[in-house]
């Protein structure tokens, strides 16, 4: 993808998942690569191992991006600890229950709305000023396909992802004066441990790779197809691309 050597970027959700594979494949391209996460320390000290076996600097922090005050304090510890940041990638998600709106506990709306749209709000707030001095300032959204199908049952985890985008396309608008680049990378099923729940839920299937032959490409996305679709909007090659939403389905839907 061209080298980001000289870049550092924050990954939120970076110990598992797609944060991890997108973390991973930014440390592969040069980048020091800090990494948030909310309770998976394990976790998050094997993606900094990875992350030194790439050749490249990890870093972690413990930081709910659900918490208006872990988010500022977050942004802190950044400025302080590197005085620079380069790439935000806002990663972290949590599922819904999938019940219908008519069942769903508010406390639940407020939870998932609170990890997928307020929490990059307040994280990119407090991350701006470092964002701004960068010589390409890059943020990108990790969102879903559902906000193109908008299926039953999924209406908080829908409302937080749409509440994401907007979000997103807001800020590249009013950022793109700084030189920032700000886009939308939006998969289907990925084989994540998300993943996994969701087709246990909906088809009662425990091995996601029974999907593979109904898969386009004959296999289920995986975490490194979505990080590949990152790591191109944030190098040379999307020199000339913001405000763009990529969906990573295979074409899908």
């Known amino acids: 993808m061209g080298s980001l050597t000289g870049r550092l970027a924050l990954v939120t959700g970076g110990g598992r998942g797609i944060g991890r594979a997108v973390a991973l494949a930014l440390a592969a391209d040069g980048a020091e690569v800090a990494i948030a996460y909310r ?24 930081a709910p991006v659900d918490d208006l005050d872990a988010c500022r304090d977050l ?42 749209a307020l929490g ?33 049952f999924s ?14 396309h807001t800020l590249a608008k009013e950022e793109r004066g700084h030189g920032m680049h700000v886009n939308i990378v939006a998969p289907g099923l990925v084989d994540t441990d998300m993943g996994r729940r969701l087709v246990r839920a909906t088809t009662g299937v425990e091995d996601i790779r029974r999907q593979d032959a109904a898969s386009p490409y004959g296999h289920v996305c995986s975490p490194e197809e979505v990080a590949d679709v990152v790591r191109f909007l944030v190098s040379d090659a999307a020199s000339y691309v913001t405000d763009q939403r990529i969906v990573v389905d295979g074409g899908t839907f």
């Open 120 to 152: 990059p709000h307040h994280l990119t707030q407090a991350l701006l000023p470092l964002l701004r001095r960068a010589d390409r300032g890059d943020v990108v959204f990790v969102s879903s396909a559902i906000t193109g199908i908008w299926p039953p």
């Open 155 to 168: 209406a908080p985890y829908a409302m937080g992802k749409a509440a994401m985008e907007a979000l997103a």
């Open 39 to 62: 309770r998976d320390e394990e976790a998050a000290r094997k993606t900094l191992a990875d992350i030194g076996s790439a050749g490249s600097r990890g870093f972690a922090y413990r």
């Open 75 to 116: 942004a802190a510890r950044i400025e302080a600890d590197h005085g620079r940041l380069d790439i935000l990638v806002h990663s972290a998600g949590i599922a819904s229950r999938g019940h219908a709106v008519a069942d769903t506990d508010p406390a639940e709306l407020v939870r998932v709305l609170a990890v997928h």
